[in-house]
T-cell receptor
Framework: DVKVTQSSRYLVKRTGEKVFLECVQDMDHENMFWYRQDPGLGLRLIYFSYDVKMKEKGDIPEGYSVSREKKERFSLILESASTNQTSMYLC??????????????FGDGTRLSIL | QKEVEQDPGPLSVPEGAIVSLNCTYSNSAFQYFMWYRQYSRKGPELLMYTYSSGNKEDGRFTAQVDKSSKYISLFIRDSQPSDSATYLCAGNSGGYQKVTFGTGTKLQVIP
């Protein structure tokens, strides 16, 4: 079974802090993704990565950055946390198929509160 | 208009009922369709994964895709209280294209 592990289930930070969310997958997947999930808005893609040291912006990258130094690890960084970044953050991974598709597998999420 | 639309519910059914969950989508390039189940305070868990039109069955779950009407469904037979969760549908056009998710339908199965 695919295992995607997010380092924290719950996190409380203060406005202006730099926040790091960590995600590790154990299936040797090339693709990794960060989403945020908000009521009524569903899952929105923040950033994704198709390879080590590679990153692509998703739909809502503003205020976030990412780091992928190792294949199994994908970090999401809130450069200067703001209250509107209070949300559930979900990491996912999938294996690449250039001409087809493999589904994404998710971690259990980090519920982040910015005070 | 959202690319993938779902009724948010909640949908309440008695235990043992057949449940029908539905989504519509607007992107005619979608070829791959997924259903995820998400329990409260947990991440989405992949339930069903289908390609193009047709049916796929897995135990009590059947996923159905009608590309001509851009309609996808998930049927749950003999529903159980443990099926109470939010169900997310999703689609994409394959390759490296991003996955688009619906906002989810909350299902409650009453014992």
């Amino acid at each position: 079974d695919v295992k995607v592990t997010q380092s924290s289930r719950y996190l409380v930070k203060r406005t202006g802090e730099k926040v790091f969310l960590e995600c590790v997958q154990d299936m040797d997947h090339e693709n990794m993704f960060w989403y945020r999930q908000d009521p009524g808005l569903g899952l929105r893609l923040i950033y994704f990565s198709y390879d080590v040291k590679m990153k692509e912006k998703g739909d809502i990258p503003e205020g976030y950055s990412v780091s992928r130094e190792k294949k199994e690890r994908f970090s999401l960084i809130l450069e200067s946390a703001s209250t509107n970044q209070t949300s559930m953050y979900l990491c996912a991974s999938s294996s690449p198929q250039r001409n087809s598709n493999q589904p994404q597998h998710f971690g259990d999420g980090t519920r982040l509160s910015i005070l | 208009q959202k690319e993938v639309e779902q009724d948010p519910g909640p949908l309440s059914v008695p235990e043992g009922a057949i449940v029908s969950l539905n989504c519509t989508y607007s992107n005619s390039a979608f070829q791959y369709f997924m259903w995820y189940r998400q329990y409260s305070r947990k991440g989405p868990e992949l339930l069903m994964y289908t390609y193009s039109s047709g049916n796929k069955e897995d135990g009590r779950f059947t996923a159905q895709v009608d590309k001509s009407s851009k309609y996808i469904s998930l049927f749950i037979r003999d529903s159980q209280p443990s099926d109470s969760a939010t169900y997310l549908c999703a689609g994409n056009s394959g390759g490296y294209q991003k996955v688009t998710f619906g906002t989810g339908t909350k299902l409650q199965v009453i014992p």
